[in-house]
């Protein structure tokens, strides 16, 4: 599976962006889920949201609750990330990848990574 972000961009402090990631397989299985990791300069890779091909289950950062909003479109095997209330400490680069369900949040354990996109929050 190949994993297409977009979205990212310079946005000022208390501002929004929203994510997208386009699978190219036309079949996501729906044991794997899909999401979010950031990576901001000099720091490690951190998980940001999941979701579930099902549906059924959903799960975020403590640092993007109630701010965040994944979500997802099954006849364009995309997901998005809505983001809300943006501060300088979300400027990272963003990458969505996918995999078993069960891997999350590990990203050792997932199959297919993005390009990564770069979401810039001036303060």
């Known amino acids: 599976v190949q994993l297409q972000a977009s979205g990212g961009g310079l946005v000022q402090s208390g501002g929004s962006l929203r994510l997208s990631c386009v699978a190219s397989s036309r079949v996501i299985l729906s044991r794997q889920g899909m999401g979010w990791f950031r990576q901001a300069p000099g720091k490690e890779r951190e998980f940001v949201s999941m979701?579930?091909?099902?549906?059924?289950?959903?799960f975020y950062a403590d640092a993007v609750k109630g701010r965040f909003t994944i979500s997802k479109d099954d006849a364009k095997n995309t997901i998005h990330l809505e983001m809300n209330s943006l501060g300088p400490e979300d400027t990272a680069v963003y990458y969505c990848?996918?995999?078993?369900?069960?891997?999350?949040?590990?990203?050792?354990?997932?199959?297919?990574w993005g390009q990564g996109t770069l979401v810039t929050v001036s303060s």
């Open positions: 990848a996918v995999g078993n369900t069960e891997a999350w949040p590990r990203p050792e354990r997932l199959d297919s």
């Open positions: 979701i579930s091909w099902s549906g059924g289950i959903k």
